[in-house]
């Protein structure tokens, strides 16, 4: 079982340049995210999306772009690399849940650095 | 808004030693409170949960209790092992409509020495 399967593991981009990170997962899970993980600074919400066709902002999307066609796939699009954008990011998904119980599952993360 | 605070790091026992990182929140409401851990090179996983006060939650020696009172949920381990060397973060989530947002603290990096 893949669980979350994030590509590449590391990139490094020059500024103004573009990439997207990719996610998928193999789970049938309806809520999908993505958080960004700076050193000290714990993980921050991106974006996320709650089913195929539904996306929305989290804490921190400026400078980013998702898309949700698939219940399988999320992908990040970093449209003008900046060197504020380097970061881990994460990718993780859950099962739908009312009561805010149901664990997150994460990928390994795509090390980023804007150069 | 909605916080938690963790002890900083970074936290250096030996082997067998008792472990305790305190979580404290800030929240509106009656949120979920977890336990995440992240080894090198990997991403987060869950280590423990527990949904409602007075609930201790517990796994791989690992425990926490929600404390409404103190609005706190500590990790505590009575006996460390090389093996638990990682990031272990606290974080809280709602239920409801809000309840996609896990809102993490800044994470407490654990080294275990033999």
Not at chain 2, 40 to 53: I, N, R, S, V
Request: with cysteine; hydrophobic share 30%; glycine share 10%.
């Amino acid at each position: 079982n893949a669980g979350v399967t994030q590509t590449p593991k590391f990139r490094i981009l020059k500024i103004g340049q573009s990439m997207t990170l990719q996610c998928t997962q193999d789970m049938n899970h309806n809520y999908m995210y993505w958080y960004r993980q700076d050193p000290g600074m714990g993980l921050k919400l991106i974006y996320y999306s709650v089913g195929a066709g539904i996306t929305d902002k989290g804490e921190v999307p400026n400078g980013y772009n998702v898309s949700r066609s698939t219940t399988e796939d999320f992908p990040l699009r970093l449209e003008l690399a900046a060197p504020s954008q380097t970061s881990v990011y994460f990718c993780a998904s859950s099962y739908p849940d009312r009561e805010g119980v149901s664990p997150l599952h994460f990928g390994n993360g795509t090390r980023l650095t804007v150069t | 808004g909605d916080s938690v605070t963790q002890m900083e790091g970074p936290v250096t026992l030996s082997e067998e030693a008792f472990l305790t990182i305190n979580c404290t929140y800030t929240a509106t409401g009656y949120p979920s409170l977890f336990w995440y851990v992240q080894y090198p090179g990997e991403g987060l996983q869950l280590l423990l949960k527990a949904t409602k006060a007075d609930d201790k939650g517990s796994n791989k020696g690992f425990e926490a209790t929600y404390r409404k009172e103190t609005t706190s949920f500590h990790l505590e381990k009575g006996s460390v092992q090389v093996s638990d060397s990682a990031v272990y973060f606290c974080a809280l989530r709602y239920s409801g409509g809000s309840n996609y947002k896990l809102t993490f603290g800044k994470g407490t990096l654990l080294t275990v020495n033999p």
